[in-house]
Every structure is written in structure tokens, then in C-alpha cells.
């Protein structure tokens, strides 16, 4: 039984014993019937179900076997809960609510760490999304699906900016896109903004707590992305762009500043590798695209990676391409030009004044 499910189960409507016996005997066999005199004790509302399984696994009764009971007695209504106390209610519903995917971060921690570090680490890491912030600059198909992602993973403090250029599809209302988030999940805190400078720009109180921003328009604009990378760059924001294309979809790369290549950095490199192509590209007309955002939830994945520090982001210092028609996927290194106008830094020798020493 899901340790969860119960806070403190209590015995109630006791059933009678034929029944409750061959219910068990089905379900456990003779053996594991009989312990049934050993668990209803302890729910007299004073134990957790963990705390069942853990006081009688000392007693050598595997946590199977005890929790075949729990779920036969359960399935005849005989197990209620204690009434919820004000202090330990919310917390467990916040474990309960994320607790598959504590689970997944906890999988990855275990890769570098032990399993109990891991399972602490995972916890934190939940936590640590609760109050994480993240701007999402797009609202369309792609933006809002992003939204719903992020709510749903338990990102604390959502924001979201209109990028501009014409979709098909009309984006949701403010007042829409909060609501449906709040239904989501009525923990996350949702405010559109209106720019990303001067008062509006959430900046927290020191750069670990700065926002992460997110480009994912419909239609991807390289200037406004230049925008972007230079508020991220004078904020110590990272940000993270998204493209989708009619065949492919690409991710990245992820610009931490003063660690990273910069979006222009990538754009100059891009423009280098593929001369053919013009100085500013124009979004095709009436931007083709399928009716649901192909890449969300991979965006999402790599959000989730880099709010944790779960796992390495794909995407750090990297662009991560997948296409549609060959199942191709790419990763390809994203290098800090030199002399790239935003990022770079123009050392200057000093010059020498050995009269002075
Ligand atoms: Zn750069």
C-alpha cells in the first residue's frame, strides 16, 4: 500500500472474520493470512504506515505481506485516517503530489551518489523548484504548453511576456493562462509581465535567485532573441531558447552568462557555417506548424534539469537538434567566439611602466 495513502489508519467497521480471513488467504496465502493478529494492533491511529511496515519488518514480516493486508482491509472499508492536523497536512500533500517524480530525481542523484544522499538530494531538489523562477517569453502554443509543464513539475513562480509576431492561433488571455495554471496546480504562483527591463523584470535578491529566462515564441525572432541574451547577460540570468521548425526542433544552447557561449556568440558561428543563408532570416509566411508544440516537454525536461542540478543540461553551451522525417538527433558544441560584440572580453595588454617598480 502506498505509504501515503494514510497518515494514520485506524480500524474501523471491522468486518467478519470468514470473510476478512478467506479475503487474506486469497490474496497472501495461509502463512501470510495469519498475520493479520499482528498488524490490526498497530492501527489504532498512533503509526504511519511506514512506521507498520518498519515495526514489523524487525519482527521478520516482509512490508508485502503487510501491505496485502493493508489493501485487503482497505478494500472491505475498514481502515479511515486520523483527522488532519494543521502542521503536517500540507507537507505531506506536497510529497503525495510530486512524489513519482521525487522519485525520478531521486534516480538521478543515485547515479553519483549513494541512495540515501540521493533520496535527500531528490527532496531538496523539489523543494528547490518550489522556489525557482522562470520567465517564459512566448505564450502561444509552444509558450503556454511550456507554462503547463512547469506547473505541473511544481515550479514555484511562473512568468509570462508576449513575444509578438502572428501565429495561427490566438494566445490565451492573462486572466485565462492563470487560471488554468492554478488548476494545474494551485501551488505555483502565475503573473504575466509586460517587458523584461526596468520594474517588471523579476530580478531576485542576488543572482542565484535570478530568473530563468525561456524564448520559446511561435515564431522565433533572431533580434528579439538578441534582446534577450543581452538581458541576460547584464542580469546574470541564463537563458534558453526553443525553435521549432516545420522539420526539426531545436533546443538551446543554454547561455550562462560569464560561463557560457552567448546566443550571438552561436548566431555568428551559425551564420559562418552556413554562408548561404542571409543575414536575418524571415519567418515563412503564415508559420507552419503542427496544432501542438512538438519539443515541450523536452524543453521542459531540460528546465527541470537545470533549475535542480539533477543532471547535466543537454543543452548547456550546446545546441540540441532533433529532426522529424530521419529520427536524426544532434548535439553540437556551441564555442565562446573571442570577439563576440556581447560576451567577449577585449583584454588589453597594460601597457608597461617598469620605471615605476
Ligand atoms: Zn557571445
Same mark, same amino acid.
Given at each position: 500500500m502506498d505509504p501515503l495513502k494514510y497518515r494514520r489508519p485506524i480500524f474501523v467497521n471491522p468486518p467478519f472474520r470468514d470473510p476478512l480471513q478467506a479475503a487474506l488467504a486469497q490474496r497472501l496465502g495461509e502463512t501470510g493470512a495469519r498475520q493479520v493478529d499482528r498488524i490490526l494492533p498497530l492501527l489504532?491511529?498512533?503509526?504511519?504506515i511506514a512506521d507498520i511496515y518498519g515495526r514489523l519488518a524487525v519482527e521478520g514480516i516482509s512490508p508485502a505481506v503487510v501491505s496485502g493486508v493493508l489493501e485487503v482491509l482497505d478494500g472491505l472499508g475498514s481502515l479511515s485516517d486520523t483527522p488532519h492536523g494543521e502542521d503536517e497536512a500540507p507537507v505531506l500533500g506536497e510529497i503525495a503530489r510530486y512524489r513519482d517524480q521525487v522519485a525520478c530525481l531521486g534516480e538521478w542523484f543515485r547515479v553519483r551518489q549513494g541512495p540515501e544522499e540521493a533520496s535527500q538530494a531528490a527532496l531538496a531538489a523539489q523543494s528547490a523548484l518550489g522556489t525557482a523562477r522562470v520567465v517564459v517569453l512566448g505564450l502561444g502554443r509552444s509558450g503556454a504548453a511550456l507554462l503547463e509543464a512547469l506547473a505541473v513539475a511544481g515550479v514555484g513562480y511562473l512568468h509570462g511576456l508576449r513575444a509578438g509576431g502572428e501565429s495561427g492561433i490566438e494566445e490565451p488571455t492573462a486572466a485565462a493562462l492563470a487560471s488554468r495554471l492554478r488548476t494545474l496546480n494551485p501551488r505555483v504562483t502565475y503573473a504575466e509581465i509586460s517587458?523584461?527591463?526596468? %520594474?517588471d523584470f523579476p530580478v531576485g535578491e542576488d543572482t542565484a535567485s535570478a530568473p530563468l529566462l525561456v524564448y520559446c515564441p511561435d515564431v522565433f525572432q533572431e533580434a528579439v532573441c538578441r534582446e534577450l541574451n543581452a538581458v541576460a547577460q547584464a542580469t546574470g540570468s541564463s537563458l534558453l531558447p526553443y525553435r521549432e521548425t516545420p522539420f526539426s526542433i531545436e533546443l538551446g544552447p543554454l547561455v550562462v552568462p560569464g560561463q557560457t557561449a552567448c546566443y550571438v556568440c552561436y548566431e555568428l558561428r551559425r551564420r559562418a557555417a552556413e554562408?548561404?543563408?542571409?543575414p536575418e532570416e524571415p519567418p515563412p509566411? %503564415?508559420? /507552419?506548424?503542427?496544432?501542438?508544440?512538438?519539443?515541450i516537454p523536452l524543453l521542459a525536461l531540460e528546465i527541470l534539469k537545470i533549475l535542480t542540478r539533477a543532471a547535466f543540461p543537454v543543452t548547456r553551451g550546446k545546441l540540441w537538434r532533433l529532426g522529424h522525417f530521419d529520427g536524426s538527433v544532434g548535439v553540437h558544441p556551441v564555442l565562446k567566439l /573571442?570577439?563576440? /560584440?556581447?560576451?567577449g572580453v577585449h583584454r588589453r595588454t597594460p601597457p608597461r611602466r617598469i620605471w615605476e617598480e
Open positions: 489504532d491511529g498512533t503509526n504511519s517587458s523584461v527591463e526596468g %520594474g554562408p548561404k543563408s542571409g509566411p %503564415g508559420s /507552419p506548424a503542427l496544432a501542438f508544440a512538438v519539443g /573571442p570577439r563576440c /560584440p556581447v560576451c
